[in-house]
């Protein structure tokens, strides 16, 4: 797994740079009523990160092989998280 300024993240007071662990992450620059939304996303990322890699290892726990349901879903969220980590 690749690695990242660890979380939490917020978005600073000033509504478009997001900061981690006392340091900078990104200015998030786009259409003015967009911009607060995407600094909330990406200061969300490293949560939303933690909670889909749970999520996918429960999966993969229940489905065994049991279900190509849940195998399809193990297989997204496992996309996923590649996409971020690697």
């Known amino acids: 797994m690749s690695t990242h300024t660890p979380g939490p993240w917020a978005v600073h007071r000033d509504g478009y740079t997001i900061t981690g662990n006392r340091a900078f992450i990104a200015t998030c620059i786009a259409v003015p009523n967009e911009t607060a939304a995407n600094a909330r996303l990406i200061a969300a990322a490293p949560d939303l990160l933690d909670a889909l890699d ?4 429960d999966l993969q726990r ?25």
């Open 54 to 57: 749970r999520i996918r290892k």
């Open 62 to 86: 229940m489905s065994d092989g049991y279900s190509a349901d849940l195998d399809v879903m193990v297989d997204v969220a496992r996309a996923a998280v590649a996409k971020a980590t690697e």
